[in-house]
């Protein structure tokens, strides 16, 4: 059979390529605005991924043509290669983890500023990003506690309930999160199930959970209340700080911005 091509060969090529081209591009990128077609600022200047394209059509294979173009956007080898700066006003949960963990995955972090849930939990409440201080309850197959906690005024707090990651019964339906809406809880966080899922989707309230399930849980055992819960790779103190978006859930000791 026909041998494979050394992979330090084939990196050469390539690297080979991209040189080529952006000698080539070199003179388009510092040429006069006009020259351009449709500028716009991007990480290399008033250029845009469309400019690019047009100016290099001939002499240049649409691979190098590729190559070149995803060099310029994420700023590779161009003379101004500054990645844009977090967007404050969402406040996302991947925009808080470049700024407080900056470290990649391969980076292992002593002192970490926030904690990131393990994946799993999914979005039923309407609202899909929340954030705000922590109050907890710990129970299993009861939610005694998860109701008298959305009966008091919430004032921006998100309520952590560590179930046990229990799939026999739901912890939360519409009436307590209807009820946690109104009284100002910003979100409700499940180790569990919940139900009346499509009712929920239409609350202002985020609401995360492991799955759905439509029988209701027991009275009998109530539970702790605001006391450290464990799961998903993270502890949850009373008053810690949880952000929560399709991403994923940060937690801090801390307020996070931004």
């Known amino acids: 059979p026909r041998s494979r091509r050394p992979l330090s060969r084939t990196t050469d090529k390539m690297n080979a390529r991209i ?35 047009r100016a ?8 190098v043509r590729a190559i070149a173009s995803t060099q310029c956007l994420f700023g590779s080898g161009t003379p101004d290669s500054k990645l844009p700066p977090p967007d404050t006003a969402r406040g996302a949960t991947a925009d808080l983890t470049d700024v407080y963990h900056p470290e990649n995955v391969d980076v292992t972090v002593a002192d970490k500023q926030m904690q990131i849930m393990h994946p799993g939990f999914r979005d039923f409440g309407g609202l899909l990003r929340f954030s705000g201080p922590a109050s907890t309850v710990k129970c299993f197959e009861n939610n005694p506690l998860v109701r008298k906690a959305l009966e008091e005024p919430g004032n921006g707090r998100v309520l952590v309930v560590d179930g046990g990651a229990s799939m026999r019964c739901a912890l939360l339906g519409d009436n307590l999160a ?80 931004l």
């Open 178 to 257: 209807q009820m946690g809406a109104e009284n100002g809880w910003k979100g409700v966080i499940v180790n569990g199930c919940i139900r009346d899922s499509d009712d929920i989707s239409r609350m202002p309230i985020g609401v995360k959970a492991l799955n759905t399930h439509p029988l209701k849980s027991s009275k009998r055992d109530p539970g702790l209340r605001d006391v450290p819960v464990t799961f998903a790779g993270v502890t949850v103190t009373p008053g810690d700080w949880v952000y929560a978006d399709k991403d994923g859930v940060l937690v801090s000791p801390k307020e996070l911005t």
């Open 56 to 63: 290099t059509t001939s002499g240049l294979t649409p691979s």
């Open 19 to 53: 040189s080529r081209a952006w000698q080539y591009l070199g003179k388009f990128v510092h040429a006069p605005r006009q020259v351009l077609l449709n500028p716009v600022t991007t990480p290399c200047g008033n250029l845009n991924v469309w400019s690019v394209s």
